[in-house]
């Protein structure tokens, strides 16, 4: 795992670092870290997509400012998994349930952090996965982490990637949930309503109606899913 902190608080970088190596040494998981002072976020030379997990200090910037500035650089399907880290815990309001994003509150302790860290890994390894479905009685298979959402379409399945293009083929959207939990042991996505089925990974934010995708595109929330996205 290649990991980057971004802070100019000098205690974070001593702890945030030890913690790092001590649960992955833990975990048996080798883990390169490179340190970052705040303002090298705005650097458009920086490989953002190089790394598989960022932990950026907040203080004195908005969540959200950052989310669209590493949106505006990195491909979705390359968008490393972020950790906030603030004294303020209002930024935890309004995430929308996205599973590649999350927040650990000054000061924090190892067991949070740890937390976090095991989450990440185990989100990754599901990422890693591969979705199969049948059309034309040809077996085809695409990357989970590319799938933005699954939509019942009548008797169909469409399938949207984060590239842009579409599959469909015959199947039912219950079907599909139970067949990524039971059996690919993927919890990373979420129905909000009885025809969609949404990666949470490419949640940017939601209301009480409505999620937006990383992708730009609009999903409707039905009124039998509203407050799913809080759990």
């Not at 924090?108 to 979705?131: C, H, K, S, W, Y």
């Not at 379409?153 to 949930?177: A, P």
Request: charged share 25%; aromatic share 14%.
């Amino acid at each position: 795992m290649k990991a980057a902190i971004f802070t100019d608080d000098r205690n974070l970088i001593n702890y945030s670092g030890e913690y790092i190596t001590f649960i992955s040494n833990q975990m048996l998981i080798e883990t390169d870290i490179d340190y970052f002072g705040k303002a090298d976020l705005n650097d458009k030379e920086l490989p953002i997509s190089e790394y598989d997990l960022l932990y950026i200090d907040l203080e004195e910037t908005d969540y959200q400012d950052v989310i669209l500035e590493l949106t505006d650089r990195v491909p979705a399907d390359r968008m490393p998994f972020v950790v906030f880290i603030s004294s303020d815990n209002r930024y935890m309001e309004g995430m929308g349930g996205n599973k590649s994003i999350a927040f650990i509150n000054k000061p924090f302790m190892i067991r949070p952090f740890e937390t976090i860290f095991r989450n990440v890994l185990a989100q990754m390894e599901a990422d890693n996965g591969f979705f199969e479905y049948s059309l034309n009685r040809k077996l085809e298979t695409l990357r989970i982490k590319d799938i933005v959402y699954f939509e019942s379409v009548g008797r169909k399945i469409h399938i949207q990637k984060g590239d842009g293009s579409s599959y469909f083929f015959y199947g039912k959207l219950d079907e599909i949930e139970e067949r990524l939990i039971n059996d690919l042991e993927c919890d990373c996505f979420l129905r909000n309503h009885k025809s969609y089925l949404v990666n949470y990974n490419w949640i940017y934010r939601s209301s009480k109606t409505e999620i937006t995708l990383l992708n730009g595109q609009s999903l409707p929330i039905s009124r039998s899913y509203q407050g799913i996205l809080a759990n």
